[in-house]
């Protein structure tokens, strides 16, 4: 495979991994009740990512700075 071939590749995994979140977020703003709050609670209640409480506390601090920024 040619370097520009990769690159070609490269460049469409990036954008689509790029694209992908402000596709869900676009499609959550139709119901906004169940996206951004479902995606938190879910964060926090599957213990995968934030297994200790300190991450806990550290995503809830980020998500009430963040809505707070959109306020």
Excluded at 31 to 60: C, M, R, T
Aim: charged share 5%; net charge neutral.
């Amino acid at each position: 495979m040619t370097a520009i071939v990769r690159g070609i590749a490269w460049l469409g995994v990036f954008v689509g991994i790029c694209v992908a979140p402000l596709v869900f977020a676009l499609m959550s703003t139709s119901q906004p009740e169940q996206g951004f709050w479902a995606a938190l609670v879910h964060v926090l209640l599957v213990n995968y990512y934030v297994d200790s409480i300190w991450k806990q506390v550290l995503w809830s601090i980020m998500t009430a700075a963040f809505v707070w920024l959109l306020v």
